[in-house]
C-alpha cells in the first residue's frame, strides 16, 4: 500500500529535550515536506526537499532542522524543543512537478512542556 | 502579500443537499489551485486540482470554480453525504510550495 508513515504518533516531552520525528514513504518520491498545523493558523511548511541531500526552508523553519540521506526518509529534528512547538506535525511527500498533489503522513501530535 | 483565507470557517448542510465552500486567495501568480480534505484524525487528502488557464473542473462528486476577476476560488459537493464531514483547505501552488487557508469544517445534518 502506497503511503507515508510517522512515527511516533504522538509525544509529549520536555523542554530542552532533543527529539526526532520520523518520516518514510514507499512512493519513490522525491519531494518531500513537513508542515505543522495550529488552529487558526492552518498548515505552514517547515522544510521541504526535492531530492537526495537537497534541503530548504519553508516559512516557519526557525527551531527545527531536517535531513535527507535516503529519497524515502525525511525525519524532522528539534535540537531544544519549546512549548511553542507544540503542534500538530505532517509529513507529505510528491512526485516532482505536482507539489499541489501532495500525500500526507497520519500527523505526529507534539506537546512539549 | 501572499495568503489564502476563507470567507467562513464552519459550514453545515442537509444530507444530500449541495454544499459550497469558499477561498479567497491574493497570489495572482499561483500556477494551481487545490483542495484538500482532511478528515478527524488524519492527514489532508488532495481532492481536486485547477491549473490557474481554467475557470472550471469536475470530478466525481466535486467541482471548483475560479474566478481570477475577483481571486476567488470554490468548491462545489453534490449530494453531500455523511462522509463528508471534514475539515476542507484551499491551497495555492508555486515554486514547489504549498501555501494553505486555514479550512473550513463542513458539517452534515441529517
Known amino acids: 500500500e502506497a503511503q507515508v508513515t510517522q512515527n511516533p504518533r504522538y509525544l509529549i516531552t520536555v523542554t530542552g529535550k532533543k527529539l526526532t520525528v520520523t518520516c518514510s514513504q514507499n512512493m519513490n518520491h522525491e519531494y518531500m515536506s513537513w508542515y505543522r498545523q495550529d488552529p487558526g493558523l492552518g498548515l505552514r511548511q517547515i522544510y521541504y526537499?526535492?531530492?537526495?541531500?537537497?534541503?530548504d526552508k519553508g516559512d516557519v523553519p526557525e527551531g527545527y532542522k531536517v535531513s535527507r540521506k535516503e529519497k524515502r526518509n525525511f525525519p524532522l529534528i528539534l535540537e531544544s524543543p519549546s512549548p511553542n512547538q507544540t503542534s500538530l506535525y505532517f509529513c507529505?511527500?510528491?512526485?516532482?512537478?505536482?507539489?499541489?498533489?501532495?500525500?500526507f503522513g497520519p500527523g505526529t501530535r507534539l506537546t512539549v512542556t | 502579500g501572499e495568503s489564502v483565507g476563507l470567507h467562513l470557517p464552519t459550514l453545515s448542510v442537509q444530507e444530500g443537499d449541495n454544499s459550497i465552500i469558499n477561498c479567497a486567495y491574493s497570489?495572482?501568480?499561483?500556477?494551481?489551485f487545490i483542495w484538500y480534505k482532511q478528515e478527524s484524525g488524519k492527514g489532508p487528502q488532495f481532492i481536486i486540482d485547477i491549473r490557474s488557464n481554467m475557470d472550471k473542473r469536475q470530478g466525481q462528486r466535486v467541482t471548483v470554480l475560479l474566478n481570477k476577476t475577483v481571486k476567488h476560488l470554490s468548491l462545489q459537493i453534490a449530494a453531500t453525504q455523511p462522509g463528508d464531514s471534514a475539515v476542507y483547505f484551499c491551497?495555492?501552488?508555486?515554486?514547489?510550495?504549498?501555501?494553505f487557508g486555514q479550512g473550513t469544517r463542513l458539517t452534515i445534518n441529517p
Open positions: 507529505a511527500s510528491n512526485l516532482p512537478g505536482t507539489s499541489y498533489e501532495q500525500y
Open positions: 497570489n495572482s501568480a499561483s500556477d494551481y
Open positions: 491551497a495555492e501552488s508555486g515554486a514547489q510550495k504549498l501555501v
Open positions: 526537499s526535492m531530492n537526495v541531500e537537497v534541503t
